[in-house]
């Protein structure tokens, strides 16, 4: 087992983080197949996808057990966000904190993207801090590169959920100003990030 955890370049502090994200994506594809929940079933190849890539390039890159962590959560949100249901609605529509009626503002999918692409910008942190001379002295110039980075990681979401409508008209991802909204909270978190990577003064 130990030898087969090496070869899948696992440390052991990383296996609850593979049991508790196997056990929920599983959940989530028994859930969304019982339901025909095509957009949902696609997202989980997309996790899935971006899954083995991470364990993958795992021992090169060593990766913060926090920030998997992070990242696990951030797709247990999301599978939570599509797959249960109040009152006959997506948890995903459900408005946390009524701030804005016209723009359908504090919803759960916006706390997931704040979340999430704060998560995102963690991890292109980690990507290239490895490339920065130490101790890092231009911190302006490296936050907004690292803000950049997660932004780009919330624009490759969009434009898979772009191929979900695609592939999906009946989707319920949303028109340009549910997108516009999006990307209005990935700079948030992408920010929320940059702050808290300041604060730990690069030490994740």
């Known amino acids: 087992m130990n030898l087969y955890l090496e070869y899948m370049f696992l440390k052991k502090s ?3 983080i593979l049991i508790f994200t196997l056990i929920y994506l599983l959940v989530a594809l028994f859930i969304f197949i019982a339901r025909a929940n095509y957009e949902f079933i696609m997202y989980i190849g997309v996790v ?11 021992e090169k890159i060593r990766y913060p057990d926090v920030i998997l962590w992070g990242l696990s959560f951030w797709g247990l ?14 948890l995903y529509g459900l408005i946390l904190i009524p701030i804005s009626s016209m723009y359908s503002i504090f919803r759960y999918d916006q706390f997931v993207h704040i979340i999430g692409f704060g998560i995102a910008t963690l991890l292109m942190f980690v990507l290239i801090e490895s490339k920065l001379k130490k101790p890092i002295k231009n ?3 490296i936050s907004v590169v690292i803000i950049m980075a997660g932004l780009g990681v919330g ?10 409508v695609v592939i999906m008209p009946e989707t319920g991802v949303g028109g340009f100003i549910n997108m516009a909204l999006d990307l209005v909270s990935d700079l948030i ?11 730990k003064k690069g030490r994740l």
């Open 139 to 141: 911190w302006s110039a």
């Open 48 to 58: 899935v996808f971006f899954f083995f890539l991470i364990l993958f390039t795992n």
């Open 14 to 16: 990383q296996i609850p």
């Open 77 to 90: 949100l999301h599978m939570c966000g599509g797959g249960v249901l109040i009152n006959g609605e997506r």
């Open 155 to 164: 624009a490759i979401n969009e434009i898979i959920e772009f191929t979900a």
């Open 189 to 199: 978190g992408a920010c929320l990030a940059m702050i808290y990577i300041r604060f």
